[in-house]
């Protein structure tokens, strides 16, 4: 077996690599999105409390199995049990997946980045901006290309000098950014047409505020759902990036903090972004102006900055910076995933391997970002949504794959390898694994059984 040579430098380098393919546009765009459709502070709650039992399992599963074996994904699950080998490769195909088009969200990303450093922050404003960028068929392709360049080149210098240098500066300057632009929107204060103050304050009481009119029991399953499906895809977990970056974690890190880190991380800057972002959209249109997805951070925040005024350029700025961050070190993530399981599967060096993935995907990238001009499809996703390209994949990758993935590699550890084969990792150096017990009934019981649950509602089979 050929030595690794691919290693953080120690915890901080690890638990901010990880932090960074955590932290992406699922926090961004998705979770503030929830939380003012899935009634405020009771998704909160139920958020909070699916970090510290379900995501804390998960997270910890993918951490240990990859640092245990040393693996990614396809070593990893063949080394637990060669019968699984399957699973490893189905682990494998979800970053195969998602490298096609989070280049393209990056790139368009990058693209409002420039427009409003260059002063066009009124014309970002207008109503058919986003539409008519996306349905070129040059600029989208262009930043696509340039934002998967960026990614390749990061990759390319390896786990030490490429992806943990570059987060161990971009991670912290992003905290300090959601930071800033949530208490500056806080202090907003705007005066409608018919008269009427609306304040920060009223929109962040909104965003912390339970709200339980009209909860019935679907509507609670509906929540519990969305939170469970939002915290998958928001910890990275699940698509063998986890075990990737755990392979690379020297045998004496304390795992035990660097998951409760990595969880304070990502979560923080999700309920951050939503301090930032509802109370903007409240202010200023109202709790009927949150867009979801692409066009809460296209659409709906523009909008929302061009009515700051002077002020607004400057936010959309910062904001858009922030989101460039956000989306480059999961980009990293997701390509370092793919290129550490091809150079163990081919025996290829790091160097050769990057640049063979950076020309499929640099082609990849581009056919995605025509997704909405000249290869324009239409398809009626089972779970009731109308795709483009974009969507297909994304469809595919976290609505189908990541909850199946899950679902096995609960019963996997759970009732074949055993939960043992975690809980040794997480005490290898004699540290205790505080949460053992709940551990183990989680992986055992409430995960495979929520997962099944979340499978057969997200692939529309139940609904
Ligand atoms: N975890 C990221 C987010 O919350 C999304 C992501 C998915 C990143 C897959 C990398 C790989 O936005
Ligand atoms: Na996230």
Not at 191 to 214: A, E, I, K, N, W
Not at 282 to 303: C, D, I, Q, R
Not at 428 to 454: Q, S, T
């Amino acid at each position: 077996m050929e030595k690794k040579s691919n290693h953080f430098s120690g915890q901080l380098g690890f638990v901010l690599a990880a932090a960074g393919s955590a932290v992406g546009v699922g926090n961004l765009w998705r979770f503030p999105y929830l939380a003012a459709k899935d009634g405020g502070g009771l998704f909160l709650i139920i958020y909070f409390i699916l970090v510290l039992t379900f995501g804390f399992t998960l997270l910890t599963s993918d951490i240990a199995i990859g640092r245990r074996t040393q693996k990614s994904a396809i070593g990893a699950y063949t080394q637990m049990h060669p019968k699984w080998k399957f699973l490893g490769i189905l682990t494998f195909l979800v970053p195969v997946l998602i490298m096609t088009y989070y280049a393209v969200i990056g790139g368009w990303i990058t693209k409002y980045a420039v427009v409003y450093i260059t002063g066009q922050a009124q014309a970002a404003a207008t109503d058919d901006y986003f539409t008519s960028f996306i349905t070129s068929s040059t600029s989208p392709v262009i930043f696509a290309l340039l934002f998967m360049g960026v990614t390749a080149l990061i990759v390319y210098n390896g786990v030490e000098k490429g992806i943990e240098k570059v987060s161990k500066w971009m991670m912290p300057i992003l905290l300090i950014l959601v930071v800033i632009i949530a208490v500056y929107s806080l202090t907003l204060r705007h005066t409608d047409t018919s008269g009427q103050v609306h304040t920060g304050l009223q929109g962040f009481l909104y965003y912390l505020t339970p709200d339980f009119t009209g909860l019935t029991v679907p509507r609670f399953l509906q929540i519990l759902l969305d939170a469970m499906s939002q915290l998958f895809f928001s910890l990275s977990v699940s698509m063998g990036i986890m075990i990737t970056y755990g392979s690379y974690v020297r045998p004496e890190v304390n795992l035990n903090k660097a998951v409760n880190q990595i969880e304070i991380f990502d979560t923080g800057v999700a309920f951050l972004a939503g301090a930032m972002i509802i109370p903007s959209v409240y202010v200023f249109s109202g709790t009927e102006g949150m867009g979801a997805g692409p066009s809460l951070m296209f659409v709906s925040l523009p909008k929302v900055f061009s009515a700051m005024g002077k002020a607004g350029i400057f936010v959309g700025v910062l904001f858009f910076v922030t989101a460039i961050f956000a989306t480059l070190s999961s980009c990293i993530s997701v390509l370092e995933s793919i290129t550490a399981n091809c150079m163990e599967i081919f025996h290829t060096s790091r160097k050769k391997t990057v640049l063979v993935l950076s020309a499929i995907y640099l082609a990849a990238s581009a056919v995605i970002a025509l997704g909405y001009s000249i290869f324009y499809v239409e398809v009626n996703l089972p779970n009731g949504s109308v795709g483009q390209l974009l969507d297909i994949m994304d469809y595919i990758s976290n609505s189908v794959m990541m909850p199946f993935i899950a679902l096995l590699s609960t019963i996997l550890i759970g009732w074949i390898v055993t939960p043992d084969y975690v809980i040794d990792e997480m005490e290898r150096n004699g540290e205790k694994f505080h949460r053992k017990k709940l551990y183990c009934v989680m992986i055992r019981f409430v995960a495979p059984v929520m997962m099944f649950i979340l499978f057969l509602q997200s692939t529309g089979i139940l609904s």
